[in-house]
């Protein structure tokens, strides 16, 4: 996973489909954060704050029970004990402090089901910075604790009302108020998508964990490296993140993809929010609405990183259905003790399934986030003899 050519393409994939008042703004980005990654003391800073204020290192969890279930060695990469509930502060927390770093005092981002919106207002309540997050009209209905988490941090949350007025269109209006407001303002974009720079800065923001995880690995394996390691994909930071530590490694990379989004197995290659990439698409060339369990995955795109490493064979990336996942965020709460993500279950999902196929490995799993936030939606739609089924009625 090294760097995108001087055009920001990864392969045939990435690059820079913007209007022209953003190039500008783009270039002055990617100097900016080149710049300050080479500078000890923005690193220095950074670190700080993702020890002391997010609690990194985040451990790696052996999970002795479900292991055992399943005849092979599981291992969590434990992203959901980070301050915020996910991986996606550490995103965040590079991007506020180059927004700082440029002298742009308002920050701006889109958020679906709420977790970006969330980590990029505490970072701005942390930075003193004037906070703005586009937010669909039906995610905010969806989501409404999160609307209200990021009021009571401080920002303003602004329902996007076109389209299907969710994730996609908070996009939109993100990127055109980006477009009037570049001189005072940094677009906190929450995934590897976008022109280039983004999907490379946002992959490096997220390489902490890639490090960490591949040293405590060796650690726990006696210097060697997993098997496996897989995550769930859905704009693919987190799974960015993990296989920036295993790139050069004999590990197999694997990405869980919602059945109902599932950009690389079914989509086909367009430009969509400024970048190339797999989409899933019409026969006419229009976006199609990825429907998922998880509204954190509900993207029909994906970072066009994850299109050229599947081209390149580097990566897989495998379907699985809501059912799936349903079963394994309660396997891995019953077993472990563990509540996760419904994104994250997607991960741990894939391999309950292929646990046959995967007998006697050592498999890493990004633990992306934690369950909270999904308790209330798993109640309702487990309410009846679903849930019966499980022991839960
Ligand atoms: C947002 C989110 C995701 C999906 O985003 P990626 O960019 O694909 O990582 C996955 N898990 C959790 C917990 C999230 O909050």
């Known amino acids: 996973m090294a760097e995108p050519d001087a055009a920001g393409r990864f392969g045939r994939f990435g690059g820079r489909f913007v209007p022209e008042t953003l190039i500008p703004a783009l270039a002055e980005l990617e100097a900016a954060f080149r710049d300050a ?121 602004r329902p996007a009302l076109t389209g299907s007025r969710t994730l996609k269109d908070a996009v939109n209006e993100a990127m055109r108020d980006w477009v009037a407001s570049v001189e005072t303002t940094h677009y906190c974009l929450g995934t590897v998508m976008g022109p280039h720079p983004y999907p490379w800065m946002v992959r490096e923001l997220h390489r902490v964990m890639g490090d960490e995880v591949r040293e405590q690995c060796r650690a726990l394996l006696g210097g060697d490296d997993p098997d496996v390691a897989v995550a769930c994909v859905g704009g693919g930071s987190n799974a960015a993140g993990l296989f920036s530590g295993f790139a050069d490694a004999r590990t197999r990379l694997v990405g869980a993809e919602p059945a109902g989004g599932a950009a690389v197995g079914k989509g086909v290659p367009g430009v969509v929010h400024g970048s190339k990439s797999f989409l899933l698409q019409d026969e006419w060339g229009q976006v199609v609405e990825a429907e998922s369990i998880s509204a954190g995955l509900d993207y029909p795109g994906v970072g066009p990183e994850h299109a050229h490493l599947a081209d390149v064979g580097r990566a897989e990336y495998h379907p699985v259905t809501d059912e799936e996942v349903l079963d394994a965020f309660v396997t891995l709460s019953r077993t472990e003790g563990i509540i996760p993500a419904l994104e994250s279950a997607h991960a741990v999902a894939w391999v309950i399934r292929e646990r046959e196929s995967l007998a006697g490995q050592t498999v890493v799993v990004c633990l992306s986030g934690r369950g909270d936030k999904d308790v209330q939606q798993v109640s309702a739609m487990l309410g009846d003899a679903a849930g019966a089924d499980r022991g839960l009625r």
């Open 37 to 157: 990654w080479a500078d000890p003391a923005f690193r220095a800073r950074l670190d700080g704050l993702l020890r002391d204020y997010s609690g990194r290192p985040t451990p790696v969890t052996e999970c002795e029970n479900l292991s055992e279930r399943l005849g092979l060695r599981l291992l969590l990469k434990r992203e959901d004990l980070n301050h915020t509930g996910s991986h996606k502060i550490n995103n965040v927390l590079g991007q506020a402090l180059l927004a700082q770093r440029m002298g742009k005092t308002r920050v701006i981002a889109e958020t679906g089901a709420g977790q970006h919106g969330v980590a990029t207002a505490t970072a701005a309540a942390l930075l003193g910075q004037e906070c703005l997050v586009y937010m669909g009209e039906v995610d905010m209905e969806r989501q409404a604790l999160n609307v209200f988490r990021m009021r009571l941090l401080g920002a303003e949350v």
